[in-house]
Each structure stands twice: as C-alpha cells, then as structure tokens.
Nanobody
Framework: QAQFVESGGGLVQPGGSLRLSCAGS????????IGWFRQAPGKDPEGVSC????????HYADSVKGRFTISRDDAKNTVYLQMNSLKPEDTAVYYC??????????????????WGQGTQVTVSS
C-alpha cells in the first residue's frame, strides 16, 4: 500500500530549527511532485512548500519563504523540509502529499481528503 511516513517533528523554541523527512513507502517518489502541507488547530490545511520531480523547481508559501527549504533525494525515496527561524505560528501537524504531472504552484494549493499520520511541530518557549 502506497503511503508516506513523516518524521522529524518535535518541540522547539522560537528561532530554532527542525528537519522533517517524508519517506515514500510502496511507491517511487521520483515520479511525483511532492508537497509539504500543515494544519494548525482550528485551521484549514495549507501548502507550505512543493518540489517537482521533473526539474526540482520549488514553491514556498509567503509565510515560510527565506526560512524553509525543501529538497528531495529520490535515491532514498525521501523529501525533506529544513525549517529554520521557527516561529510559534509554524506550530502544526505537517503532512506530505504527492501528485504526478503537477506544477509546484498547483500542487501547493491542492486540497486532499486523506492524510498520513503526519508529524507534530510545536514552536514554543
């Protein structure tokens, strides 16, 4: 069964860093545009960052530009999200999603009905 395994979340102080990992299980990420999404309590999910498989182009939400970096290692079947200068408003559960033949801009505004287990990121002093 194709699924993602998200990891790397935790509790961090404002200004700190975390590196999230999104490992594909049962399918090859190399054929897909991958997106990181997050959902804070009481809010709708939002696209954080997306990366294409064709040219590794990337897209970032305005709220994370300059602080987050998305990357992929198709040999390891994993996509990463390096998060620096974390703020309390980054607190959310972070999820991955995949779509074939999709631009990064379109991917990051997509809505999904089902998510994996996600990984909790809490930014608090």
């Amino acid at each position: 069964q194709a699924q993602f395994v998200e990891s790397g979340g935790g509790l961090v102080q404002p200004g700190g860093s975390l590196r999230l990992s999104c490992a594909g299980s049962g399918f090859a990420l190399a054929y897909y545009t991958i997106g990181w999404f997050r959902q804070a309590p009481g809010k709708d999910p939002e696209g954080v960052s997306c990366i294409s498989n064709s040219d590794s182009s990337t897209h970032y939400a305005d709220s994370v530009k300059g602080r987050f970096t998305i990357s992929r290692d198709d040999a390891k079947n994993t996509v990463y999200l390096q998060m620096n200068s974390l703020k309390p408003e980054d607190t959310a559960v972070y999820y991955c999603a995949a779509r074939p033949f999709t631009t990064v801009e379109a991917m990051c505004v997509m809505r999904f009905d089902n998510w994996g287990q996600g990984t909790q990121v809490t930014v608090s002093s």
